[in-house]
């Protein structure tokens, strides 16, 4: 059973900068494919980013492209999310997920498609 765990998250002030990690266990580590999604108060949850771990492609919303960027370390088992120029509207609680298998782009997209997710970090973008 693979489990995920999210930290990094905080308080920065618009236009600073934040890197999140998720620490992944169990499963095969060259095959987690990790989705960062988050979900402001009183809004659905989000899409952020993913990176599937088999050829390591990664994936946006069009929303943080140029701002987010997700990779992985060396050894395979934790996946960071590097946000810099952050916004107000960034402000949201973020969480990391796991998706087993080898799925296409739009499947990594998709929240409902993810069978472990972590509890969540607090990103809150303020002056």
């Known amino acids: 059973q693979v489990h995920v765990v999210e930290s990094g998250g905080g308080l920065v002030q618009p236009g600073g900068s934040l890197r999140l990690s998720c620490a992944a266990s169990g499963g095969t580590s060259s095959r987690y494919n990790i989705g960062w999604f988050r979900q402001a108060p009183g809004k659905e949850r989000e899409f952020v980013a993913a990176?599937?771990?088999?050829?390591?492609?990664?994936f946006y919303a069009d929303v943080v492209k140029g701002r987010f960027t997700i990779s992985r370390d060396s050894a395979k088992t934790t996946v960071y999310l590097q946000m810099n120029s952050l916004k107000p509207e960034d402000t949201a609680v973020y969480y990391c997920?796991?998706?087993?298998?080898?799925?296409?782009?739009?499947?990594?997209?998709?929240?409902?498609?993810?069978?472990?997710w972590g509890k969540g970090t607090l990103v809150t973008v303020s002056s």
């Open positions: 990176l599937r771990g088999a050829d390591n492609n990664k």
């Open positions: 997920a796991e998706k087993r298998g080898s799925p296409i782009a739009s499947t990594l997209r998709n929240s409902q498609a993810y069978e472990t």
